[in-house]
């Protein structure tokens, strides 16, 4: 089981079908389990939609999306040209201990997300964000 799939798509949140149809495509493919197909969706979706909602101003730009898919883990990089923006670093902490209605907004997706991933990595290079995850089988 080997497979890699790359896609370019605009900064639109009606392109996020698109991109989950693709991943989508690959875990029937390679028969995931459903548990782990859910957590790869889950987080690509929060992360693209992340890129989609606050990494632009009002102008649609390319997101690219490369998904490397082998024997023991998914291997997940985006890359966009947005503003500079370190998930690891750069999201609020969020307060799980206080109530709903007295937390701060942002931060809980990028906090789900480490939860669900085994790995994180984030780098900024020639002016664009490169956020890679990895989750494993």
């Given at each position: 089981?080997?497979?890699?799939?790359?896609?370019?798509?605009?900064s639109?949140?009606?392109?996020?079908?698109?991109?989950?149809?693709a991943?989508?495509g690959?875990?029937?493919?390679?028969?995931?389990?459903?548990?782990f197909?859910?957590?790869?969706?889950?987080?690509?979706e929060?992360?693209?939609?992340n890129?989609?909602?606050?990494?632009?101003?009002?102008?649609m730009?390319?997101?690219e999306i490369n998904?490397?898919s082998?024997s023991?883990?998914?291997?997940i990089?985006i890359?966009?040209?947005?503003?500079?923006f370190?998930p690891l670093?750069?999201?609020?902490?969020?307060d799980?201990?206080?109530?709903?209605?007295?937390?701060r907004?942002?931060?809980?997706?990028v906090h789900?997300v480490?939860?669900l991933?085994d790995?994180?990595?984030y780098?900024?290079?020639?002016?664009q964000?490169?956020?890679?995850i990895?989750?494993?089988r």
């Amino acid at each position: 089981m080997s497979e890699a799939i790359s896609l370019k798509v605009k900064s639109d949140r009606a392109q996020l079908g698109e991109v989950i149809e693709a991943v989508e495509g690959m875990a029937e493919r390679e028969e995931w389990a459903p548990d782990f197909s859910y957590r790869v969706h889950l987080a690509l979706e929060e992360l693209v939609l992340n890129v989609m909602d606050y990494g632009y101003d009002d102008n649609m730009q390319d997101i690219e999306i490369n998904v490397t898919s082998d024997s023991d883990a998914i291997t997940i990089e985006i890359v966009d040209s947005g503003k500079p923006f370190d998930p690891l670093s750069d999201a609020p902490e969020p307060d799980l201990e206080a109530a709903v209605e007295e937390r701060r907004i942002g931060g809980l997706g990028v906090h789900l997300v480490k939860t669900l991933m085994d790995q994180m990595h984030y780098k900024r290079e020639n002016d664009q964000n490169r956020l890679t995850i990895v989750a494993r089988r």
